[in-house]
C-alpha cells in the first residue's frame, strides 16, 4: 500500500466525515489513467466511476505530497518564491490543483471549492474563488491532529452553499419533466443549417450532468429557467471571468437560446454588464451583434479571496479584483468563424463585424476584444449567413477625444494592436481596433487559404506573428512581439524563412490557383490596403522639406483608419469586383499539429 492509500484509509477511519468518504478515482475527464483523490458523499459512492461522476460529485480534492528530498512542495510558502529549484516542485502541485478547479467548473455549478493539501506531515486547508485562493496557516496535522479532524468535521457539516454549491442551479434527471423535455429535442428532425438544435443536441451527452439554471432578469425582476447539457464553451482560465457558454432551452418559450455564465468584475472600467450594454446597442438598432433576452447578478455570489489580507494566519494567491456570478441570455445560436464556406464568405463575415463596431461606436461603445473567436457566422431570419460579433464585456464607453481615449484593460494578446501591447499601454481607438481586425483576418485565412508560408510552416508563422511577445529586462514590463512591430513599421508580414517560393520578397501573399500557375488572392489586396494605411499611422510624418505631396499622401492614408468608412468600402468593392474561387478553403491543418490560441 503506498503513502497515499495509507493517508485515504487513515482520514476515512477518522470517521468525522459523516456522510461522505474519500477515495481515489480514475480522472474521466483526462484522457489518461491518471488517478485523483476527493470527498465524495456516501449516497454516490456506488456510481462514482460512471461517466464524469469523479468530478460531479466531488465535495472537496486531496492533494498529497510526501517529504521531498529536493524541497518543499509547498506553492503557498513565500520563502522561497524566488528559488528556481523549489519553484519548480511547488509549480507543479499549484498547476495541478487548477486543473481539478476547472474540471470542477466544467461539471458542477459552483462559486467556491475546497482543496484538503498535505505535505508530508503538515497540512493546509484551501479555498477556491474567481479572484484567487486563500489558505490557512500551515500546520503539522500529525503533531496536532484534531486541527485537521475539526476542519474536516465542520465542512461536511456545513450546507451546500456554504461549501460552494450554486442554489440557482439543480441537476436535472434524464427522467424527470424537464429531461423528458430535453430529451424530445432528440427526437425532433434538424432542419438544415439549424446550428441551435444541432449543438443542443451535440450537447445532451449521457456522460455529461444536465442542469435548470436560473437568471434573475434585473429587467423584469423575474427567475427565468433555462435547461442546458454539456457546456458548449468552457473558459481555459479558472480565475476572473471563468466563462462557460451553453445552448439552452428557454423552459418558458420552449426555445434554444445561448446562455453565458460568467463572472464580471466588481469594479474597474470592466465592471460592466454585458447585457445592458448589448440593451443599449439593441436600442440603437445596432446591427450584428446578440439580441439580448434576459440577465442580470446572482444575488450572493461575490468573490471574497480579494479581501483577505496577507497575515501570519492566511495566505492569498490572487489579484485584487472582485467577481461577481453573472448570467444572459441571447436569442442567436451561432457557430465560429472559422467554419466559413468559403473565402467570400470570411470576408463578408468580418464586414459585418466591422459594421457592428461602426454603429456600436456611433452609439458610444467601444468593443475592445477584437479577435477571431468573437467572430461568429449567424443564419438571419432570410436564411443567409452574417457575422455576428460577441462578447461586448470588455467594452467600454466610446470617447472621441484623442486625448481622453480607453486603455485596453482586457484583450486577447495575439490580436491586440501594437500600441495597446505597450505595458503601460497606449490608449485605444478606432485605429487599433482595425488594426486587431487585419491581425484576426489574418490567423483565420492563413490557416484555409492558399499563402506564400508553405503549409508545414504555418504553425511557426503563427507564433512569430501571435503568440510571441518580449519582456523588457530591466522594468519586466511586456512589449509586442517583433515580428507584429516589424510588420506595422514595415508594411508587410514577413515570412522569409517560411515561404514556399525560393525567389519572392518575403512578403506574406495569399493566393489563387496551383503550382502551374499563381495569382494573387481577392483576400490578398484586402489586407495589402488595410496594412498600407495602418503603417502611414504608426509612422511618423514626413517632414515639410520632402514636400507638400508626400505630406498629403501621408495624411490620406492616416485618415483612412480614423473611421471604418475606408475599410468597409474596400471590402464591399472586393466582394463585388473579384471573381472569387468557390473553393479556395482548405484546412491546412492536415499538414501540422493544429494548435489553440
Known sequence: MCDEERQIDALNEADVCGGYR??????????????????????????????????????????????????????????????????????????????????????QQRYVFFFLLILGDDARFVRFDTAGITTTKRFNYKARPAILLSLLSRFCRASPQERG???????????????????????????????????????????????????????????????????????????????????ALDLTTGQLTFLKDSWRPTYGSCAIKEGSVLKKLNAHNVPFVPTVLCHGDLPGQVSTSQDVAATSEVSYLGGHTGYIHYRLSMKEVGK???????????????????????????????????????????????????????????????????????????????????????????P??????????????????????????????????????????????????????????????SGKFSVYA???????????????GSESGWTLHPIDCIITSLMSWLTAYHNDPPKPETGSENVEKYEKLVSKVKSHDALLEVMEEALEVFEWPADDKEDLSAHWKHGSY
Open 22 to 107: 474519500f477515495l481515489t478515482t480514475l480522472d474521466s475527464l483526462s484522457g489518461e489513467d491518471a488517478t485523483h483523490h476527493g470527498l465524495y458523499p456516501l449516497s454516490v459512492v456506488p456510481e462514482i466511476g460512471n461517466n464524469h461522476s469523479d468530478w460531479l460529485f466531488t465535495e472537496l480534492s486531496l492533494v498529497y505530497r510526501a517529504a521531498n528530498k529536493h524541497g518543499d512542495y509547498d506553492p503557498f510558502h513565500d520563502t522561497h518564491v524566488c528559488s528556481p529549484a523549489m519553484n519548480k516542485y511547488r509549480k507543479r502541485v499549484l498547476e495541478e490543483m487548477l486543473s481539478h478547479v476547472k474540471r470542477v467548473l466544467c461539471v
Open 336 to 426: 465560429p468563424v472559422e467554419d466559413f464556406e468559403n473565402g467570400a464568405q470570411l470576408i463578408s463575415v468580418i464586414r459585418d463585424c466591422v459594421k457592428a463596431h461602426k454603429h456600436a461606436y456611433e452609439a458610444g461603445v467601444l468593443h475592445r476584444d477584437i479577435s477571431p473567436k468573437n467572430f461568429l457566422l449567424h443564419r438571419g431570419e432570410d436564411g443567409h449567413w452574417v457575422g455576428l460579433l460577441i462578447d461586448w464585456d470588455v467594452s467600454t464607453a466610446a470617447v472621441k477625444d484623442p486625448n481622453h481615449l480607453a486603455f485596453p484593460e482586457r484583450g486577447t494578446w495575439e490580436f491586440m494592436s501594437v500600441r495597446a501591447q505597450f505595458t503601460p499601454p497606449s
Open 165 to 247: 454549491h450554486d442554489p440557482t442551479a439543480r441537476l436535472v434527471p434524464p427522467e424527470s419533466e424537464i429531461g423528458k423535455m430535453m430529451r424530445g429535442r432528440l427526437e425532433s428532425p434538424i432542419p438544415d443549417e439549424d446550428i441551435a438544435l444541432r449543438y443542443f443536441r451535440e450537447s445532451l451527452d449521457v456522460k455529461w450532468p444536465w442542469w435548470c439554471l436560473e437568471v434573475h432578469d434585473e429587467v423584469s425582476g423575474e427567475i427565468k429557467s433555462f435547461a442546458v447539457g454539456r457546456p458548449h464553451y468552457c473558459s481555459v482560465d479558472a480565475f476572473a471571468h471563468a466563462t462557460r457558454g451553453y445552448v
Open 428 to 489: 485605444v481607438g478606432i485605429p487599433d481596433e482595425l488594426e486587431s481586425f487585419l491581425y484576426s483576418l489574418v490567423y483565420v485565412a492563413i490557416q484555409y487559404i492558399t499563402s506564400s508560408v508553405s503549409p508545414e510552416n504555418i504553425p511557426y508563422f503563427i507564433r512569430a506573428a501571435f503568440h510571441d511577445y518580449q519582456i523588457c529586462p530591466t522594468t519586466g514590463m511586456h512589449r509586442p512581439c517583433l515580428m507584429k512591430w516589424y510588420t506595422m513599421d
Open 498 to 512: 517560411w515561404t514556399r517560393f525560393r525567389d519572392d520578397m518575403g512578403r506574406l501573399l495569399f493566393l489563387s
